[in-house]
């Protein structure tokens, strides 16, 4: 079973966001860990800054495979972010 570590938890957070809100979860599934974004909220940037989302995810997904992730995957959901999410 796929499972998020402190170490893990904490090196997420020393990475600093492209922009101030963006928000994601990190969801544990039985077989992979995901990082979950919300459509609407990437949609509503400019070109650029997708750009940059984009790259900050992946960095997050390297992080997370060096420190044990077998397998990490993107899980987009169509909508806004729920209030009071991780960041």
Avoid: C, W
């Avoid at 994601?24 to 599934?29: A, H, I, K, R, S």
């Avoid at 044990?68 to 009071?84: I, L, S």
């Amino acid at each position: 079973m796929a499972k998020f570590t402190k170490d893990m938890i904490v090196a997420l957070k020393a990475l600093n966001p492209p922009y101030p809100g963006l928000a994601f979860d990190l969801v544990e599934y039985p077989e992979y860990l995901a990082i979950r974004v919300y459509e609407n909220q990437i949609m509503a940037l400019p070109e650029g800054y997708q750009v940059s989302v984009m790259e900050y995810l992946h960095q997050m997904r390297n992080i997370l495979i060096s420190l044990g992730a077998e397998k990490v995957f993107f899980d987009g959901v169509q909508g806004d972010p729920p209030r009071g999410g991780l960041r």
